[in-house]
């Protein structure tokens, strides 16, 4: 009966347990080899409670970032010190480990249906389908998976919903640190996108030294804060208030507008 125990979303724990093995075997040279991970803040990975700790991260590509976060937290709790070095940490993977991600984009193919099964919550945007703009009711269904992956474990989510950079923090993710009151620990990482594609999946540039900063939690009053108060916060602790791009140097804002303006003509001839 052991080899087939499920997790609360009927996931079968030992499949689930291979599928991150193998993942993390197969894209470890990403983050450590064509590219350099450099990780600051890995005691605070370790110092976590097991269960109700949502993670906030601004987003770069659809999977590399998640993929990343698998790596550094697994081998955070094993020991590693800011390093993924020797991937023997993912043996004994930590199998309860969600993210958020749109429903949409785990059904592009037979490869995210698979990433799908190592810890997806899928959700459907309110505000955006098929490259369209939208304005849908939320899905209760989805508001409660998440509320259910927190209850059993960890889940990392991405509160702007896009790769865009300096776009606002959606009212969603605080109404769930309102109801649920998680431990919210912030990320912030950067490199990733200019190393990967769009997606994540395929390896775009080597040599490129990618960034991952794990900060403390935050201090969050989950009585008295406002809504638009945790979305402040939450926008400062991962780095896309719009503050933050007034004071970058003037050639890393360059580059910033720039390399969205490349995506925006992209997103043009694709639609």
Do not use: C
């Amino acid at each position: 009966m052991g080899l087939f125990k499920r997790n609360p979303f009927g996931h079968i724990l030992f499949l689930k347990k291979w599928l991150i093995r193998i993942f993390a075997v197969l894209t470890h040279r990403r983050y450590r080899g064509f590219n350099e991970l450099k990780i600051d803040g890995s005691e605070i990975i370790r110092d976590l409670s097991s269960t109700n700790v949502l993670f906030i991260s601004n987003h770069q590509t659809y999977f590399a970032d998640v993929v990343a976060m698998f790596h550094v937290f697994n081998a955070s709790l094993k020991g590693r010190e800011d390093s993924i070095k020797n991937v023997g940490y993912i043996w004994d993977p930590k199998l309860n480990i969600y993210y958020v991600a749109a429903k949409e984009t785990m059904k592009e193919g037979l490869l995210p249906r698979i990433l799908s099964y190592a810890g997806a919550i899928t959700v459907e945007r309110t505000w955006r389908a098929k490259g369209q703009d939208v304005q849908r009711e939320v899905n209760l269904n989805d508001t409660e998976n998440i509320k259910i992956a927190l209850k059993d474990g960890w889940v990392i989510t991405f509160p702007q919903g896009t790769t865009k950079s300096f776009k606002p923090v959606r009212k969603g993710t605080a109404h769930i640190i309102k109801q649920h009151k998680p431990i919210v620990v912030p990320i912030v990482i950067d490199g990733f996108r200019r190393s990967f594609d769009k997606k994540g999946l395929r390896l775009k540039k080597k040599g490129i030294l990618q960034s991952f900063i794990i900060k403390e939690p935050l201090e969050i009053d989950y009585e008295n804060d406002t809504i638009d108060e945790i979305v402040e916060k939450v926008e400062y602790a991962i780095e896309q208030h719009p503050s933050f791009l007034k004071v970058l140097p003037p050639e890393v804002r360059e580059e910033v507008l720039k390399v969205e303006e490349e995506l925006n003509k992209k997103r043009r001839w694709e639609y």
